[in-house]
């Protein structure tokens, strides 16, 4: 196992370091190398999770640690011309985090490796707590989404994610009161965090007050200079990165309404429903949190007007929670929308090749784990 893990990741880190090395523009993510460096990095990174997923040992821990450590500082230094300009989009503008980073320009990049390293641990600790293989840890430790976003653009939606996932640890160990003081803290990242709210006051009951305190004191200084709607950036400036929600406005303009609320308040519906119905089935000891946070923050993602590629971070963080590999797929194809960010404009053909796989191996994989439930327990994934 650790010959093939060793030698995965040295085709891994060579990517890595081709992917900076390569080419100097701030558009090389729309070019046909980047995609292609993708699809080998991508390609190591399935192979390593087959050799992992069922293995544990302090061992394996350290060295997916190592190697993932290894991965994220050299892209660090090497910097090889990634755009770090992150354009404001819906539930992606301005937010306590990143205005608090903005002040110090040129850590991006740093607090975004420190903290999801940090993130990693965590998610060492949590996959313990809920007797978990250890394996899984390379999940997130070795998601090319995450190592690139970080790493070499900067994105600081790993901050809000460590506080995440922290949260759940601590209420795994019982301390209700720093869970809720750090979950609090993952609401001063983008607003589509909010997602796992519903799930969180379940959980943390009178003390998720304390969560929408420190949230709220947070948010203070940026809401009394900026409007609400535009912190929310609405109305969307486009369609870019939409699946459900343009399809849903498209079909709503033909058949009903050219009132762009009516698409909105349905899709908002549609999640809010679903919200409800996965925090009832929420688990009394917490133990399904990380789960249901990941469906609750990947649906919300699907039915959003507009996503940029670095949204998809958390669901890239909590997939080590779920048996359900598609989610890794979404990952996968969240760069195409690299393809669309320079021309302004998203195409029908350009969202089914980014969202398709996704939709397709979500739903394949749940009818077989679903069957083999059913069939043979012994044999559910």
Known sequence: MFLRLFFLSIASEGLYLLL?????????????????????????????IRVVQERSGRGLTLFIIVTSALFRVSLVLEKGGFATGAPEAFLQGVNPIRAAMGARPGFEAIGAVVFDLAALAVIAALLRGLSLPAGLALVHGWNPLLVKEGAASGRLETIPLFFLLLAFLLLQEKRAGASALAYGASLAGPPFFWATLPLAA???????????????????????????????????????????????????????????????????????????????????????????????????????????????????????????????VATATAPLTYLALGEGSWSFWLAFAQYFPVYASLVFVALGTKRGRKGRPGKAK
Not at 21 to 35: D, K, V
Not at 37 to 42: D, G, K, R, S, T
Not at 241 to 249: E, R
Not at 293 to 298: M, P, S
């Open 202 to 328: 379940r959980a943390l009951g009178v003390r998720s007050a304390l969560s929408l305190l420190v949230a709220g004191l947070a948010w203070a200084p940026l809401a009394a200079t900026r409007p609400f709607a535009d912190l929310m950036g609405w109305p969307p400036s486009s369609s870019i990165g939409g699946s459900l929600f343009p399809a849903t406005a498209e079909l709503a303009r033909l058949l009903l309404t050219r009132d762009p609320l009516a698409p909105f308040l349905f899709c908002a519906g549609i999640w809010l429903l679903l919200a409800l119905a996965r925090t009832a089935k929420l688990d009394p000891d917490g133990a399904g949190l990380p789960r249901e946070a990941l469906v609750l923050l990947g649906c919300l993602l699907f039915l959003s007007p507009q996503v940029l590629p670095w949204a998809f971070l958390p669901v890239a963080g909590l997939a080590a929670f779920s048996a359900n590999r598609g989610w890794i």
């Open 20 to 48: 900076a090395a390569w080419h100097r523009s701030h558009r090389f993510e729309a070019s046909a190398p980047f995609l292609a460096i993708w699809a080998a990095l991508f390609l190591a990174y399935a192979l390593a």
